[in-house]
T-cell receptor, first 114, second 112 residues
Framework: DTAVSQTPKYLVTQMGNDKSIKCEQNLGHDTMYWYKQDSKKFLKIMFSYNNKELIINETVPNRFSPKSPDKAHLNLHINSLELGDSAVYFC?????????????FGSGTRLTVV | SQKIEQNSEALNIQEGKTATLTCNYTNYSPAYLQWYRQDPGRGPVFLLLIRENEKEKRKERLKVTFDTTLKQSLFHITASQPADSATYLCALRMDSSYKLIFGSGTRLLVRP
């Protein structure tokens, strides 16, 4: 199946822990993104990579670090987790120059910090 | 400040009627605007794109309009069905940026 897949789907962890979320797309897209959706359902861009190059780096705590080993993968590592990091994190991909196809989103990772 | 506003209250309509959702923005000059559908527990799904030089776009029962003077887009679903119940998000992108910026979405409920 062609898709954006992210793992894990659910992540429950204690404050202070370090965790990673992985994302892979097999659509051949050249750009990948991480979005955070808070409890009010507001989707906010965090990072974007185009052909493994970081092109968007929004004002997020430096505890969050994205890594793109190749253009099909974009992982998100979070250090020293805090209660306020609890949210749903979505990975997405797109192909520059093909805006009519929109962004393709993964199904999300629900992170709960306790 | 820059804002994208969608009705925060749910839109509740009878099956068969036309649903109209609004997206207003301030202090942006978007190159294009997209509409997405999001179901509970799922990621957003792309529906339609309309460019700054287009007034209207249609796809099956969906119609989007874009008025850059009013800084507003309207999203219509004709002959609505209960299966259309979901949250609908508008998103803007500027020419000079890779960022796709989302509104907070409007929940649509279609009663049978």
């Amino acid at each position: 199946d062609t898709a954006v897949s992210q793992t894990p789907k659910y992540l429950v962890t204690q404050m202070g822990n370090d965790k990673s979320i992985k994302c892979e797309q097999n659509l051949g897209h050249d750009t990948m993104y991480w979005y955070k959706q808070d409890s009010k359902k507001f989707l906010k861009i965090m990072f974007s990579y185009n052909n493994k190059e970081l092109i968007i780096n929004e004002t997020v705590p430096n505890r969050f670090s994205p890594k793109s080993p190749d253009k099909a993968h974009l992982n998100l590592h979070i250090n020293s987790l805090e209660l306020g990091d609890s949210a749903v994190y979505f990975c997405a991909s797109s192909q520059e120059g093909r805006a009519d196809y929109g962004y393709t989103f993964g199904s999300g990772t629900r992170l709960t910090v306790v | 400040s820059q804002k994208i506003e969608q009705n925060s209250e749910a839109l509740n309509i009878q099956e068969g009627k036309t649903a109209t959702l609004t997206c207003n923005y301030t202090n942006y000059s978007p190159a294009y605007l997209q509409w997405y559908r999001q179901d509970p527990g799922r990621g957003p799904v792309f529906l339609l794109l309309i460019r700054e030089n287009e007034k209207e776009k249609r796809k099956e029962r969906l119609k989007v309009t874009f008025d850059t003077t009013l800084k507003q887009s309207l999203f219509h679903i004709t002959a609505s069905q209960p299966a259309d119940s979901a949250t609908y998000l508008c998103a803007l992108r500027m020419d000079s940026s890779y960022k796709l910026i989302f509104g907070s979405g409007t929940r649509l409920l279609v009663r049978p």
